[in-house]
């Protein structure tokens, strides 16, 4: 079946550091690729999505790039904020008579100032 | 900006009892799910539900488990007699029928059976 995979957590950057979080996908068809932040006691939150193979998802300074020819969909920040400290999910739409989401296991980022 | 609610935030309960748990989706969105999170694990789905059924369940989502819409508002999660196994944190959302792939998770509730 469909399937994300996330980098091992956590991840402990200093302000103002590059995050990469690396993801990659196994589907079948062309599935639609999501990056989700939880901050400390809160909900999954959307942060970006791209739909189709190319398209770059950006938000807040986070930008992913639907890479078709690497299954991938890595997020990206050139320089993190205290602020950004929460856990983040990548996720694919899985369409099987309804949409559902697959997730990957979440990977952990602290930011220090 | 509207947002999806879930109610409580926290319940804890005895194993074998029945635990129904709330949500409030946004507004003119039609299509809710359930997912659920077992402590260091993945988010899973549990069930997709549209014009009053069910479209889509996964094979977590057994006998003990059901969902209903009893009023134009509020989506609810009953499992029947839970398990040690069912303690995890439970995710509702829902999506508009023109972006159904787009979900708006809320806050979650965490669940601990003892």
């Known amino acids: 079946g469909d399937s994300v995979t996330q980098m091992e957590g956590p991840v402990t950057l200093s302000e103002e550091a590059f995050l990469t979080i690396n993801c990659t996908y196994t589907?079948?068809?062309?599935?639609?690729l999501f990056w989700y932040v939880q901050y400390p006691g809160e909900g999954l939150q959307l942060l970006l999505k791209?739909?189709?193979?190319?398209d770059k998802g950006s938000n807040k300074g986070f930008e992913a790039t639907y890479r078709k020819e690497t299954t991938s969909f890595h997020l990206e920040k050139g320089s993190v904020q205290v602020s950004d400290s929460a856990v983040y999910f990548c996720a694919l739409s899985s369409y099987q008579g309804a949409q559902k989401l697959v997730f990957g296991q979440g990977t952990r980022l602290t930011i220090n100032p | 900006e509207p947002e999806v609610t879930q109610t409580p935030s926290h319940q804890v309960t005895q194993m074998g009892q029945e635990v129904i748990l709330r949500c409030v989706p946004i507004s003119n969105h039609l299509y809710f799910y359930w997912y659920r999170q077992i402590l260091g694990q993945k988010v899973e789905f549990l069930v997709s539900?549209?014009?009053?059924?069910?479209?889509?369940k996964s094979e977590i989502f057994d006998d003990q488990f059901s969902v209903e819409r009893p009023d134009g508002s509020n989506f609810t999660l009953k499992i029947r007699s839970t398990k040690l196994e069912d303690s995890a944190m439970y995710f509702c959302a829902s999506s508009e029928i023109q972006n159904q792939e787009t979900q708006y998770f809320g806050p979650g509730t965490r669940l601990l059976v003892l």
């Open positions: 589907a079948t068809g062309y599935p639609s």
């Open positions: 539900f549209y014009n009053n059924e069910i479209s889509e």
């Open positions: 791209a739909t189709k193979a190319d």
